[in-house]
């Protein structure tokens, strides 16, 4: 018996482009943490979202989006239902850091101390949620006044980009975002995270 002309195998995903809101963008324009009049490219980490969506957790890219990247998720239907709205004018990005610490004071990663980790703190007014409801899954939300966003950059060279010494990538990045939070307000200092003094080991600006 003749065998067909053409093999076919069932393919994962049934030819669907996969939606773009999971597509983790790879940089993203910042404050520098040495002048904050200077605008510098990072690197986003994707691990940690992505290990998130693994959990079903879909808040930490959302904030990604619509806090460190200032942008509506691109969920299907959110620009049209609310890229005209009020709210989408108001939100912000890691350019609108207006404090900067260095040292974090706990381990992260390879560094036991957390001391070349920069945590640049915003005060945004909106973010998005996840909300399913007819025509868009996410939602505008207001921050609560008694929080800030925090987001966590690790530096390739903490001290400055030795002589002679190129970036790895074309953007010349010169770092990278790791993680991002909201943590409460301090009483005393509204516009920076609670207890900060403990928190960080130095104020940058």
């Known amino acids: 018996m003749d065998k067909p002309p053409h093999n076919f195998r069932v393919i994962d995903g049934g030819g669907q482009a996969p939606a773009r809101w999971l597509d983790i963008p790879s940089a993203v324009i910042g404050r520098s943490p040495f002048e904050n009049a200077d605008n510098v490219v990072y690197r986003v980490a994707q691990h940690d979202a992505r290990k998130a969506l693994d959990l079903g957790r879909k808040q930490p890219l959302l904030d990604l ?111 990278v975002v790791t993680h991002w939070e909201f943590v409460e307000a301090d009483s005393d200092s509204p516009n920076l995270p609670v207890n900060f003094a403990e928190r960080y080991r130095r104020q940058m600006w």
């Open 65 to 175: 989006w619509s806090v460190v990247l200032g942008e509506i998720p691109p969920v299907n239907n959110a620009f049209s239902k609310w890229g005209k709205t009020a709210d989408a004018h108001k939100l912000s990005s890691l350019l609108g850091a207006h404090a900067c610490f260095r040292g974090i004071k706990r381990p992260a990663g390879n560094d036991d101390k957390g001391f070349d980790f920069y945590a640049f703190v915003s005060k945004p007014a909106i973010f998005f949620i996840y909300d399913p409801s007819l025509g868009c899954v996410i939602k505008p939300s207001h921050v609560p006044e008694d929080v800030v966003h925090v987001t966590y950059v690790r530096l390739d060279y903490p001290e400055g980009r030795p002589v002679g010494k190129c970036s790895k990538v074309a953007s010349g990045a010169i770092g």
